[in-house]
T-cell receptor, first 110, second 115 residues
């Protein structure tokens, strides 16, 4: 079983829909990251959080440390949001190396 | 302010050849991480380096793979005697410091194809 699990693996939405991607982890962590991998392969860091909630534009990330769960929300989704979204954690005691989930492939149709 | 640079972006090698992948971190960053993404798989940590030091190489295969980050110049990931199973995307990331709460910035990746 992976230490970082994401759901769903694949998600198709219509433009304008509210989207939620979930991430659960089974290890102690010091921080959690949400990354976006574009169709061309490049990776962009969206959020890094260790508690609470962060918002950037139409993106919102939340984390519940007690439940070992994080969610990434996209409001008013757009076709340009189509990408793979990856959850990654800094495991406690492992310093700054990242452990990744398998990713969620999001497709937003016009 | 240039981001993390990796070259080449695409590299084709025949079995048994050597592959050298380069990563130049963002300006002001002295910590470099290498990750590998095998086809249809997630990203996996390989190695974490500071200038002239390997901090954590627990994700590196024991044979054929090595990494360095010299005082001057880019970080190099070297794969000797490549095999087909080495075909993957190799990503480099850098951070200003090595603490867990420092954001990592990723390069565009090098896609290695072994024929």
């Amino acid at each position: 079983k992976n230490e970082v699990e994401q759901s769903p693996q694949n998600l198709t939405a219509q433009e304008g829909e509210f989207i939620t991607i979930n991430c659960s982890y089974s290890v102690g962590i010091s921080a959690l990251h949400w990354l976006q991998q574009h169709p061309g392969g490049g990776i962009v860091s969206l959020f890094m959080l260790s508690s609470g909630k962060k918002k950037h534009g139409r993106l919102i990330a939340t984390i519940n440390i007690q439940e070992k769960h994080s969610s990434l929300h996209i409001t008013a989704s757009h076709p340009r949001d189509s990408a793979v979204y990856i959850c990654a954690v800094n495991r406690s005691g492992s310093g700054s190396r990242l452990t990744f989930g398998e990713g969620t492939q999001l497709t937003v149709n016009p | 302010n240039a981001g993390v640079m990796q070259n080449p972006r695409h590299l084709v090698r025949r079995r048994g050849q050597e592959a050298r992948l380069r990563c130049s971190p963002m300006k002001g960053h002295s910590h470099v991480y290498w990750y590998r993404q095998l086809p249809e798989e997630g990203l996996k940590f390989m190695v974490y380096l500071q200038k002239e030091n390997i901090i954590d190489e627990s994700g590196m295969p024991k044979e054929r793979f090595s990494a360095e980050f010299p005082k001057e110049g880019p970080s190099i990931l070297r794969i000797q005697q490549v095999v087909r199973g080495d075909s993957a995307a190799y990503f480099c990331a850098s951070s200003r410091q090595g603490a867990f709460d420092n954001e990592q910035f990723f390069g565009p990746g090098t896609r290695l194809t072994v024929l």
